[in-house]
């Protein structure tokens, strides 16, 4: 028998931001990661 996957499972927070990832995103989220950006909560990779 397969083990079962656990239901509880969360993703990790995403703190680490591509400039192409930025660039897909809606207005408002894309407000909102940056103003993150800028309070050094996420960080921008190159």
């Known amino acids: 028998m397969g083990k079962k ?3 509880n ?4 927070k ?3 931001w591509h400039l192409y990832s930025l ?15 800028l309070k050094h909560e996420f960080f921008v990779i190159k």
């Open 14 to 16: 995403k703190v680490y």
């Open 23 to 37: 660039q897909t995103l809606n207005t408002e989220k894309f407000v909102s990661v940056v103003n993150k950006i």
């Open 5 to 7: 996957k656990k239901d």
């Open 9 to 12: 499972y969360k993703m990790p």
